[in-house]
């Protein structure tokens, strides 16, 4: 009797505190975002969540994963199912990762595009890396990247970047503001390079993260 009533008790301070953490969250989606990248990406994310005053009980950023698009995609579905065990699944589930010179880029993208329910992962990719995107915040481009000689192809990128945006360096954490007012030119550019790419037969280059932060701007 005395360990059935403690299960009880046990179960209901659970329920309690499931509905308090529901309580305080706004009633639109409960988002989760894993990137690749330990500051750049979360810094950026997070800026943005505070730019738009949305409710972080309601959008959870991730960068614990390792650099691996496995990696995000694995650390994204483990937290995923902990959610959904507790009875607070989330509603939708970003994977932010570069393809770069990741062998696991092409099995991860088939794996998100096998989960199910489906609508709730999504791969918001960068080619080659997430300095493209930005990049893009200063104009339109279509160059393709390749490594070049010791120079990997996300220093290909960064070249190119810092000749528009001198004072840009990984893990920033003021990005995101500095560069808000070019963001619809930015989301822009995203849009026209993925047509491009569409009709040349290529992925090199092209970005999603206009679509997770257009997500974003219009969650409340």
């Known amino acids: 009797m005395g360990s059935d009533n403690l299960f009880h008790k046990r179960k209901a301070k659970v329920a309690e505190g499931l509905e308090r953490r529901k309580a305080r969250r706004a009633s639109y989606d409960k988002v989760l975002i894993v990137c690749e990248g330990e500051k750049t990406e979360p810094n950026y994310f997070n800026e943005l969540i505070n730019f738009y005053k949305l409710n972080t ?3 959870e950023i991730d960068g614990t ?3 691996s698009p496995k990696s995000v995609f694995e650390r994204a579905l483990e937290l995923f199912e902990k959610e959904k065990c507790k ?19 092409e099995d991860t993208l088939v794996r998100i595009a096998a989960q199910n329910p489906k609508d709730v992962f999504h791969a918001s990719v960068s080619v080659p890396c997430f300095e493209y ?4 915040h200063f104009q339109y481009s279509t160059k393709p990247y390749h490594a070049t ?3 990997s192809i996300g220093n290909e990128v960064l070249k190119d970047l810092k000749a528009v945006f001198p004072e840009y360096t990984k893990g920033s954490e003021d990005i995101f503001e500095k560069l808000s007012g070019q963001l ?3 989301k822009q550019n995203a849009q026209r390079s993925l047509v491009h790419s569409e009709a040349n037969h290529t992925d090199n280059p092209t970005t999603y993260i206009h679509e997770l932060v257009d997500y974003l701007q219009n969650l409340k």
């Open 184 to 186: 619809e030119f930015a």
């Open 87 to 105: 009875g607070d699944a989330f509603d939708i589930v970003y994977c932010v990762f570069d393809k770069d010179s990741h062998d696991t880029y």
């Open 65 to 67: 994963c390792g650099s």
């Open 149 to 151: 000689g010791s120079s």
């Open 57 to 59: 009980a309601n959008v």
């Open 133 to 136: 995107w930005i990049l893009l």
